[in-house]
C-alpha cells in the first residue's frame, strides 16, 4: 500500500483499520448488526411508488381490454351475456370502445280498431195513395141543397168530402161540433195519413163571392180507426189547402171523425158549418 492511498490494494479496506475476517484475527472490531429499524436499504420508496404504478396501469390495461371486448361482442352480433342478437341482415356500426347505439322501440302491432258504423238511413217514404175513392163516406145531418149566384144548384152531401174538390162541401145547420162522420172501405186497407179541407174553400163563379168566411170552420176534429183511441188534430183557419196528419201504419174497414171545436157562426150569414174535403192515404 501506498501513501496516499485510500484503500489497501490487498484487502481492499481503509488504512488505519484491521479487518477482522472469520479466522477470528484481532483487528478494529466490525461494527454491530442494524438493528429492524436500521434494514431498510436506501431508495426503497422510490421502489414502492413504482410497484404502485406498475399495478394500476396494469388495471388501466385489463379495464380496455374488457371495454375492447365488448364493443368486438356487438360488432360480430354476439353481445354480452343476456343481451338479444342482433337482427340478422344488419352491420353494426359501433366504433371499437364505444357503448352501442340503442334500436329505436318498436311499437307492438295493435288490432285494427272497430269503427262503428251507423245502419243506413230508411229511404223515405213516396207519396201516400188516395184511398178516398175505395171509401164511402156518412154523416147524420145534412143541410138542405141551396143555389149559387149564377141559380145552380148546389148539394151538401157527404159525398162530397170525397170526390176531390174543395170548392164541393159537406154541410150541416148550425153549429156542427160533436157531429160524428164515418168512412168505411169495402175490406181492410193500409192507412197512414189523414187530413181535410176546414170549410167551404169556393169563390162563387158568377158573382166572386168569397164562400169559406159565410160557414163556420172546423178548428179542432179527433180521429179513430176500427173504434180505436181517438188521434187529435188542430186546423189552422184561414189556412184552405188539404191539412195533413200523419198516423202510424194501421189496417182499417173503418174511419171515424168527430168534429170537436168549430169557429164562431157568421156575422150577417145563416148559422151553418161546412167541410170541404176529407183526405184519406196509406203507404
Known amino acids: 500500500m501506498r501513501p496516499g492511498d485510500r484503500f489497501c490494494w490487498t484487502c481492499g479496506h ?97 288490432a285494427p280498431a272497430r269503427v262503428a258504423t251507423a245502419p243506413a238511413a230508411p229511404a223515405p217514404p213516396g207519396p201516400a195513395a188516395p184511398l178516398r175513392e175505395l171509401a164511402v163516406a156518412a154523416a147524420p145531418r145534412t143541410s138542405p141543397d141551396s143555389v149559387d149566384a149564377g141559380g145552380a144548384r148546389t148539394r151538401y152531401a157527404a159525398a162530397n168530402l170525397l170526390d176531390g174538390d174543395p170548392s164541393t162541401a159537406w154541410r150541416a145547420d148550425g153549429d156542427a161540433a160533436g157531429e160524428a162522420l164515418t168512412f168505411r172501405f169495402d175490406s181492410p186497407r193500409r192507412l197512414s195519413e189523414v187530413g181535410l179541407v176546414n170549410g167551404l174553400a169556393k169563390t162563387d163563379p158568377h158573382d166572386g163571392t168569397d164562400r169559406y168566411p159565410q160557414n163556420r170552420r172546423v178548428l179542432e176534429v179527433a180521429w179513430s180507426f176500427d173504434g180505436g183511441p181517438a188521434v187529435r188534430q188542430e186546423l189552422v183557419d184561414g189556412e184552405r189547402g188539404v191539412q195533413l196528419l200523419a198516423v202510424a201504419p194501421v189496417e182499417v174497414r173503418e174511419v171515424t171523425l168527430v168534429l170537436t171545436g168549430t169557429s164562431a157562426a157568421p156575422a150577417g150569414a145563416p148559422d151553418r158549418t161546412a167541410l170541404g174535403e176529407v183526405h184519406l192515404a196509406g203507404p
Do not use: N
Open 14 to 110: 481503509a488504512p488505519g483499520r484491521t479487518r477482522t475476517g472469520t479466522d477470528g484475527a484481532l483487528g478494529t472490531p466490525a461494527p454491530a448488526a442494524p438493528g429492524p429499524a436500521e434494514r431498510r436499504r436506501p431508495g426503497a420508496g422510490p421502489v414502492l411508488v413504482l410497484a404502485a404504478t406498475a399495478v394500476a396501469a396494469a388495471a388501466v390495461v385489463s379495464l380496455w381490454s374488457l371495454a375492447r371486448a365488448g364493443a368486438d361482442a356487438t360488432a360480430t352480433g354476439t353481445g354480452a351475456p343476456g343481451a338479444p342478437p342482433a337482427a340478422a341482415g344488419t352491420t353494426p356500426t359501433t366504433a371499437p370502445g364505444t357503448a352501442p347505439a340503442k334500436a329505436p322501440a318498436t311499437a307492438p302491432a295493435t
